[in-house]
C-alpha cells in the first residue's frame, strides 16, 4: 500500500506501507472502487529507480516488460506469462509525463537497458550481461531482439513441425541465434526432441545457433568465449580492458545470481 502524504514507511501485521511525498503523475494509480485503487506499473518502476541498485532496477524492467514472473512455489523459480505486464514503449511513456520526480532520470537511464519479451530469469541474466556497458559490468554488445517470431520455408517447417519459430535471443540481421536452455524448462523427452528439432530448423533456415546453459553461463571464462564469438558475429570489438574478472563484472553477475536466487532457482 502506498500513502502519497507521509514521509515515512511503516509496517502493520498485513500490510508493507510505502511512503511517497511530491507531485503525483497522471495514471500513477488505477481505481478499482469505493476507496480502492492499486498503483500502475510506470508509477511502480518510477518508485523502484529509488530503492533498487541500477543492474537489479534494469533486471525489473525486464520483468515487467517480458513474459515470466518469479515464483517460489514453480520448480524452476518462475512462471510463464502470456503476454507482458508492460512494454518498453508504456514505461517510457509515463517516465516522460514525471518530471520533477524523485528517481526520474535514473528510472530512464536504466530503461535505456531494458528489452522487451524476455521469457525467463536466465535470458534477461544472459541478455543483461551481454549488453550493459563496460561500466556496469557487461560487454556492450547491441540488444538482440528478445523471442522475435519468424516463419520457417517448407524445409525448415518440417524439420520443426511447425510453421514458425521463435528465437530466444536474435540478431536476425546478422543471422545469429543464442538459445538459452533451462534445466528446468523440459519435463519429457518429447519436449526436449521437439526443441532439438526447433533450433535443427533455425540452422536449415541459416541461422548460427549458439546453445547456452547455466553451467556454460556460470564459467565466466567459457562465458566470455562465446560472447567474443557473437560479438565478432555482430561487428561488435571488445576492449581487451574490458575482459575477464572485473571489479565490474563480478558485482554484475553476483547482483543478478543473488537477484534470481532469492526468488527460485538458476536455470
Same mark, same amino acid.
Given at each position: 500500500? $502506498?500513502?502519497?502524504?507521509?514521509?515515512?514507511?511503516? !509496517?502493520?501485521? @498485513?500490510?508493507?506501507?510505502?511512503? *511517497?511525498?511530491?507531485?503525483?503523475?497522471?495514471?500513477?494509480?488505477? @481505481? $478499482?472502487?469505493?476507496?480502492?485503487?492499486?498503483?500502475?506499473?510506470?508509477?511502480?518502476?518510477?518508485?523502484?529507480?529509488?530503492?533498487?541498485?541500477?543492474?537489479? =532496477?534494469?533486471?525489473?524492467?525486464?520483468? =515487467?516488460?517480458?513474459?515470466?514472473?518469479?515464483?517460489?512455489? +514453480? +520448480?524452476?523459480?518462475?512462471?510463464?506469462?502470456?503476454?507482458?505486464?508492460?512494454?518498453? +514503449?508504456?514505461?517510457?511513456?509515463? =517516465?516522460?509525463? /514525471?518530471? #520533477?520526480? &524523485?528517481?526520474?532520470?535514473?528510472?530512464?537511464?536504466?530503461?535505456?537497458?531494458?528489452?522487451?519479451?524476455?521469457?525467463?530469469?536466465?535470458?534477461?541474466?544472459?541478455?543483461?550481461?551481454?549488453?550493459?556497458?563496460?561500466?556496469?559490468?557487461?560487454?556492450?554488445?547491441? !540488444?538482440?531482439?528478445?523471442?522475435?517470431?519468424?516463419?520457417?520455408?517448407?524445409?525448415?517447417?518440417?524439420?520443426?513441425? %511447425?510453421?514458425?519459430?521463435? =528465437?530466444?535471443?536474435?540478431?536476425?540481421?546478422? *543471422? @545469429?541465434?543464442?538459445?538459452?536452455?533451462?534445466?528446468?524448462?523440459? /519435463?519429457?523427452?518429447?519436449?526436449?526432441?521437439?526443441?532439438?528439432?526447433?533450433?535443427?530448423?533455425?540452422? +536449415?533456415?541459416?541461422?548460427?545457433?549458439?546453445?547456452?546453459?547455466?553451467?556454460?553461463?556460470?564459467?565466466?571464462?567459457?562465458?566470455?568465449?562465446?560472447?567474443? /564469438?557473437?560479438?565478432?558475429?555482430? #561487428?561488435? &570489438?571488445? %576492449?581487451?580492458?574490458?575482459?575477464?574478472?572485473?571489479?565490474? &563484472?563480478?558485482?554484475?553477475? @553476483?547482483?543478478?545470481?543473488? *537477484?534470481? !536466487?532469492?526468488? #527460485?532457482?538458476?536455470?
Amino acid at each position: 500500500m $502506498l500513502d502519497v502524504g507521509g514521509s515515512q514507511g511503516r !509496517q502493520t501485521n @498485513r500490510l508493507d506501507v510505502r511512503e *511517497w511525498n511530491g507531485f503525483v503523475p497522471e495514471g500513477s494509480f488505477y @481505481r $478499482l472502487g469505493n476507496n480502492v485503487c492499486i498503483e500502475s506499473l510506470g508509477f511502480m518502476f518510477l518508485r523502484a529507480a529509488s530503492m533498487l541498485d541500477f543492474p537489479l =532496477l534494469v533486471a525489473f524492467g525486464d520483468e =515487467l516488460c517480458g513474459r515470466y514472473s518469479f515464483d517460489a512455489t +514453480e +520448480e524452476r523459480g518462475f512462471r510463464k506469462r502470456t503476454v507482458p505486464l508492460a512494454t518498453k +514503449e508504456s514505461l517510457g511513456a509515463f =517516465l516522460s509525463q /514525471s518530471r #520533477g520526480c &524523485r528517481g526520474r532520470e535514473r528510472a530512464l537511464a536504466a530503461l535505456r537497458h531494458v528489452v522487451d519479451g524476455s521469457a525467463s530469469p536466465m535470458e534477461t541474466f544472459d541478455e543483461m550481461t551481454m549488453c550493459l556497458p563496460y561500466r556496469c559490468g557487461g560487454y556492450g554488445l547491441p !540488444q538482440p531482439a528478445m523471442n522475435a517470431c519468424i516463419e520457417l520455408s517448407d524445409k525448415a517447417a518440417h524439420i520443426a513441425k %511447425r510453421g514458425k519459430c521463435y =528465437l530466444d535471443m536474435a540478431y536476425i540481421e546478422f *543471422w @545469429r541465434d543464442v538459445e538459452h536452455h533451462g534445466k528446468y524448462d523440459h /519435463s519429457s523427452e518429447a519436449e526436449i526432441a521437439a526443441d532439438r528439432a526447433r533450433v535443427n530448423a533455425l540452422r +536449415e533456415m541459416g541461422f548460427e545457433v549458439i546453445e547456452l546453459d547455466a553451467e556454460q553461463v556460470g564459467d565466466l571464462f567459457t562465458y566470455e568465449y562465446i560472447i567474443g /564469438s557473437i560479438a565478432k558475429a555482430v #561487428g561488435k &570489438r571488445i %576492449r581487451k580492458e574490458a575482459c575477464g574478472a572485473t571489479p565490474e &563484472r563480478i558485482a554484475l553477475r @553476483r547482483a543478478l545470481y543473488d *537477484w534470481n !536466487q532469492s526468488s #527460485g532457482r538458476i536455470c
